[in-house]
């Protein structure tokens, strides 16, 4: 609670306070079943320790429950959720249902009943520390060391939103104003992109204004700054988002709700 507590003083209110993590997902093969649908959420109370707890939700087109408890940020009883995951090939009862992972989560609007079912003899993912995590402010940070090439990071959002998430957005920004000041950056890129394309999902229209393209890239700016980073090297630009570039991305819908950083030492 103080690691959060210090992030969130450090980044400003509201800014990064609702992922959890488990488990590392591996990369998942483009071969493998992607699954995107707008479900309503159900939380399983089991218990392996702390951040145990199962969030299912059933795809109504097939009537298929699934595991999406390995996502960034977790679902809220009572809304709907737009979900984007690939069926992975993990054997695992952990929580009842085949697991999504990798997954991405958003949560919508739209209300529906909430569900809290028991346990009923599973366990849940039991929560693992992540390897990258931010420390709090008074641990010294360490420089990247030459030599400086340009850097290019990514931090994708929830549909509709800006809110940089809990040891998932802050770790890259860290990274990227770490890179920025040891190279003494002349240049840094701040492009924010919006899924200004509607697409049908279950029913729902899910579309994007281009307006959150602007505010993510005001948003990761003034998160820079607050790291640091000398507002006079940066520019902003926002645009409606193209497919991203490569085969890296198998969630290739939630991909585009993201922001791209480039830094020229």
């Known amino acids: 609670m103080k690691l959060r507590t210090a992030i969130c003083a450090l980044l400003g209110a509201g800014s990064i306070c609702n992922a959890a993590t488990h488990e590392p997902a591996a990369a998942a093969p483009a071969t493998q079943s992607v699954k995107l649908f707008v479900g309503c959420p159900v939380y399983r109370d089991s218990d392996s320790g702390r951040k145990s707890g199962c969030w299912l939700v059933t795809d109504l087109a097939d009537g298929a429950r699934y595991d999406v408890t390995l996502g960034r940020i977790k679902p809220i009883l009572g809304r709907k959720i737009l979900v984007e995951g690939i069926v992975s090939t993990r054997e695992t009862n952990a929580c009842g249902a085949p697991v999504l992972e990798p997954v991405n989560v958003s949560v919508l609007d739209a209300q529906c009943k909430a569900h809290l079912i028991p346990a009923e003899g599973h366990p ?51 990274r990227a104003a770490l890179f920025a000041k040891a190279s003494k950056a002349r240049r840094i890129e701040i492009v924010g992109f919006a899924a200004t394309e509607p697409v049908e999902v279950s029913g729902e229209r899910i579309v994007e204004d281009l307006a959150i393209a602007k505010a993510r890239a005001a948003m990761v700016a003034e998160a820079f700054s607050r790291l640091g980073v000398a507002r006079e090297a940066m520019h902003l630009s926002w645009h409606p988002a193209p497919m991203p570039a490569g085969d890296g991305k198998p969630l290739r819908q939630s991909a585009k709700r993201r922001v791209e950083i480039t830094i020229q030492p």
């Open 124 to 174: 849940g993912h039991r929560f693992v520390l992540p390897k990258d995590v931010m420390q709090p402010t008074h641990v010294p940070r360490k420089l990247p060391a030459p030599p400086y090439e340009p850097q290019s990071y990514t931090i994708e959002f929830e549909l509709a939103s800006d809110f940089l998430l809990y040891q998932y957005s802050e770790v890259i920004l860290e």
